[in-house]
């Protein structure tokens, strides 16, 4: 019974999902071996630093790598459901790494079933039309509707994501709003067809502090309302601890680790996970106090380290060892996964 519960809860499966850069330098394998699932209605955060493969793993799931990256190995399956709630939803399993990148099915499922929201609005929306017309061209894309009733959602989705005067908003150009309207705008325009998972890489980076904290508790209001997906993207663990309930680390293209918030928060096993934590200022640390940073520089991507690809910044280096041995993904208690030579290796 609980196998068939987590079975029918499935959203998206991603399973040794690989994703490489071919460039004349060398190839950067962006993404190298990637697992992990989003249920329906889960907020799953994934943090790393800048070049993990953060953005690259939501861009595969989009199938919108850009050239000359591209999909060498692996699945991500879309489990997609429809004919109402409970037992009687059929569902269908579409494996999205075989579908035309530019084909019609991948196009039918990009910004209606799978959506997504970024940092910056203004390379979403095109400042030559009004945000009306760009919100009504998603709905009129995917949905059934006439261009009245096209208009009516759009007003209605801009009023929901706390827009005052949506009528006069939809007539409005992008380059007319604040960042905070604007990032407002655009999850208006994802959330339009009712997607079953939204990806936000980063959609709240450029926002002030205010600005931010009302655009994530927009989100999670309209999560709670339209019962979607979250996949959270993002370099700040703050963020994750208010949004999400399952997070992966990722780092050079791998995860890393894999757990409930709670356990990240409250109990990280990787070292790498543990120099995320020690980098975010505390509540109550004097303004002066030097915050600490992760020991040397993300490396060369065309030359990853052997081994554990940690190793050349890890405080927690066995020479010898972890520069020699590549570590598996080991449960180590209640779903909570590491990869570190740390932890039993089960050999
Ligand atoms: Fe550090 Fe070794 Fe664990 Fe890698 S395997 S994170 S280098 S202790």
């Known amino acids: 019974m609980a196998t068939a519960q987590k079975e029918r809860d499935l959203l998206i499966e991603v399973r040794d999902l690989k994703t490489y850069f071919f460039l004349d330098e060398g190839t950067v394998r962006a993404i ?21 493969g953060k953005s690259v793993t939501g861009q595969s799931i989009l199938r919108i790598v850009p050239s000359p990256g591209r999909i060498v190995e692996g699945s991500i399956l879309f489990h997609r459901y429809s004919g109402g709630n409970g037992s009687s939803e059929a569902k269908t399993v579409i494996d999205l790494t075989k579908l035309d990148a530019m084909g019609d099915e991948i196009r039918s499922i990009r910004g209606a079933e799978i959506a997504l929201i970024f940092q910056e609005p203004m390379t979403s929306f095109s400042p030559v039309h009004t945000i009306g017309n760009q919100i009504m061209e998603a709905i009129l894309l995917h949905q059934e509707v006439t261009e009245e009733e096209a208009r009516e959602i759009a007003v209605d989705m801009l009023r929901h994501c706390g827009l005052p005067r949506a009528e006069d908003v939809i007539n409005r150009y992008p380059w007319e709003l604040s960042g905070g309207m604007r990032q407002r705008s655009m999850i208006a325009m994802a959330l339009s067809c009712q997607p ?45 601890a208010e ?5 992966i680390v990722m780092y050079l293209g791998k995860v890393v680790e894999r757990a409930s918030i709670d356990d990240v928060f409250h109990d990280p096993k990787h070292p790498y996970t543990r120099a995320l934590l020690r980098s975010i200022p505390k509540i109550g640390q004097k303004s002066t106090a030097k915050l600490e940073t992760i020991k040397g520089m993300v490396p060369d991507p065309y030359n990853i380290p052997s081994g554990c690809t940690f190793h050349t910044r890890c405080p927690s280096y066995m020479p010898g060892v972890c520069n020699v041995q590549e570590p598996k993904m080991v449960d180590v208690g209640n779903g909570h996964l590491v990869s570190c030579l740390l932890y039993d290796q089960g050999e």
């Open 32 to 52: 190298d071996g990637v697992d992990f699932d989003i249920k329906r209605g889960q907020t799953l955060g994934v943090v790393g630093e800048s070049g993990c």
């Open 243 to 247: 949004m999400a309930e399952e997070v």
């Open 196 to 240: 079953s998972l939204l990806i936000a890489d980063e959609p709240t980076t450029a926002l002030d502090v205010t600005t931010e904290a009302q655009i994530l508790t927009l989100m999670r209001d309209l999560q709670a309302e339209m019962g979607m997906a979250i996949m959270y993207i993002t370099h700040n663990l703050g963020v994750i």
